[in-house]
Each structure stands twice: as C-alpha cells, then as structure tokens.
C-alpha cells in the first residue's frame, strides 16, 4: 500500500462509517441540524443552563419511553401512561405532604399504583386478549376519573426530603437525569443481552410462531405493561416533586401523546418487532429540543402542539419507510 492509501484509508472508514451511521439514524441528522438552527436563531440554544433544562424536562419523557417502547417492539401498546403518572403524583404528594411519610414509603406508593394500572392493562390484553388499544384508551380515562375522585384537590407543600428527588444533583448531575440514564442503561442491556429482550421482538414479528418456539407471549408482554405502569407512576412522582403540586385532572395530561411520539420518532414500528434504545434516546431529545427551541423563539402553544402533531406522523412515516429503504 502506498503512503497515500495509508494516509486516506483512515478518513474513508471514518467517512463511511459515518454515511452508514446517518443511513442507519435518519433522525441523527435531523437532531444535528434542528439543534444547529436554533443555536442559530436564539444564540442561546447550547448555553448549559438551557441544555440542562432540556435534559431535566426530557428525563420523565425518557423514564416511559423506555418501557413503552420495548412494549410496542413486542406488540402492544399503553396509551394510559399520562393518566398513571398523574395518579402516581398524587399518591406519592399525598404520602409525603399529608401523612408525612418519608420520600423512600412515598415513592413505593406510588410505584405501587402504577403496579396495579399495568397489571389491569396486562391481565385484560395478554390473557384475555382483549385490544390493546381499547383496553388502554379506556383505563386512560378510567384512571383520570378514579385520580380526580380520590383527589379532588390539587395537592402541595410534599417537604424537603420529597424535593430530593426532583431537586438533588448527583456528582453535579440533576437527579431525574441520572435517573433517566439507569432507564436506558437497564433497557439497552436488557434488549442486547437477555434471552428476554431477544423473546420481545420474537414477540412482535410472530406471536404464533414465538409460542411454537416455547416463547412466553403473554407472561413476557404481561411483564413490560407492569413495567411500563410502575414506570410512569416513577415519572409522576419526579414530577411532582419538581413542582411541588400535583392537580388531578390537568397532571399528565396529553403526556401519552408525547411519550408515543418520542417513541415512534425514534425507529419504534407501531407494528412490533423493530426498535431500539438508542433509537428512543434520540427520539426523547428530538421531542425536547424541538419543544425547548419553539419555547425560545416564542412559538404560540398551538403551533408547537401543531409540530408535536407532524413529528408523530413523521415517525410512524420514518418507521414505516426506513426498513423499506435500507434493503
């Protein structure tokens, strides 16, 4: 080989390497540029403290979608998220601030209830075989109304040592990103390295011949409902204790329409059998950059909700094509 073949073989890998990566992760590239724009209309989009911002409202995002996305790889969906993480709020307030109970009891209330809500979802969907979609979009409201009923009061004032879990830093780090971090961690690793995360796809190409292979497909998608339930109450809890107040009827509301477009923005079929973590991860920070970046240039509500709109139907576009393109 000459020199001049030893000097460019390392920028042509890296080249293609990147073309591959770009072909791959379609929305990378979408991330990159929406970011550079931005920075260039508000110059003051990658400020740390704005980026910080981002990454501590995205982290509740992230803390359900993980779950949620491994639920729709293997088949199913959850639309009742929102609805939980308002109930789970409300449990853990309600804990805290009235009972004076300490952060730890409070947080296992809460996880406890979205326990409950997933384990409904998964008995009604996996063993009775009832739709997801129905059965979800109807515990969606049925759990907003039983919130509402048990706390008809905002609730507020949850204590110092509940504020922890919103407000604390971890080696300078906020501690709902650190929390958000150990989600994907955990996902990813699950996915990549357990027969389990391997049954999830199988799951979601083929239920039939998943079962024909000795594959538990409704113990298994049972499982990720529980999960995803315990997940969103997690994200209530952080949320209130952010904001000190949790009101029944508008806490979390329309969350499930966020967490379902990160999810499908990021590479996720609606149909099953295809995603992956990382592909959420950049779906979470489309969503919150996209959101932050409208904030800054005082975009109207409603042409942000619009763009939330468009990004949803680009996802399901993104997830629909990309596997098409790609042979």
Not at 79 to 97: D, E, F, K, N, Y
Request: net charge positive.
């Amino acid at each position: 080989m000459t020199t001049a073949d030893r000097v460019l073989t390392r920028p042509r890998l890296i080249a293609t390497g990147g073309l591959t990566t770009a072909r791959r992760n379609p929305l990378l590239v979408v991330l990159v540029a929406m970011v550079l724009v931005f920075q260039l209309t508000t110059g003051s989009f990658l400020d740390p403290a704005n980026l910080g911002g981002i990454a501590t409202d995205a982290a509740t995002l992230a803390i359900v979608a993980v779950p949620l996305a491994l639920l729709v790889i293997s088949g199913y969906l959850d639309l009742s998220v929102g609805s939980t993480l308002a109930l789970g709020g409300l449990v853990a307030g309600w804990l805290a601030g009235q009972h004076h109970q300490s952060p730890a009891v409070a947080l296992l209330g809460a996880l406890a209830a979205g326990a409950v809500v997933g384990a409904v979802n998964g008995v009604l969907c996996c063993y009775f075989g009832l739709s997801a979609f129905i059965v979800t979009l109807g515990m969606l409201t049925a759990v907003r109304g039983l919130a509402q009923q048990l706390f008809p009061l905002p609730l507020s004032g949850f204590g110092s040592g509940f504020a922890w879990i919103g407000g604390a830093r971890i080696a300078g780090i906020a501690a709902p990103v650190v929390i958000a971090a150990l989600v994907l961690a955990a996902g990813a690793l699950f996915l990549a390295f357990t027969p389990a995360g391997r049954h999830v796809f199988a799951i979601g190409v083929n239920r039939e011949a998943a079962h024909l292979s000795g594959i538990q497909i409704r113990r298994t998608p049972f499982a990720l409902f529980v999960v995803t339930g315990v997940a969103a109450a997690l994200a209530g809890a952080v949320k209130a204790s952010i904001l000190d107040s949790v009101v029944a009827g508008t806490s979390g509301s329309g969350f499930e329409l966020a967490v379902l477009t990160a999810v499908l923005v990021g590479g996720v079929a609606l149909t099953g059998g295809s995603g992956s973590i990382f592909g959420v991860l950049l779906g979470v920070l489309f969503l919150g950059c996209l959101q932050n970046g409208l904030t800054l240039l005082n975009v109207p509500t409603f042409w942000q909700q619009m763009a939330q709109g468009v990004a949803l139907v680009a996802g399901a576009a993104l997830a629909y094509f990309a596997p098409r393109t790609g042979r």
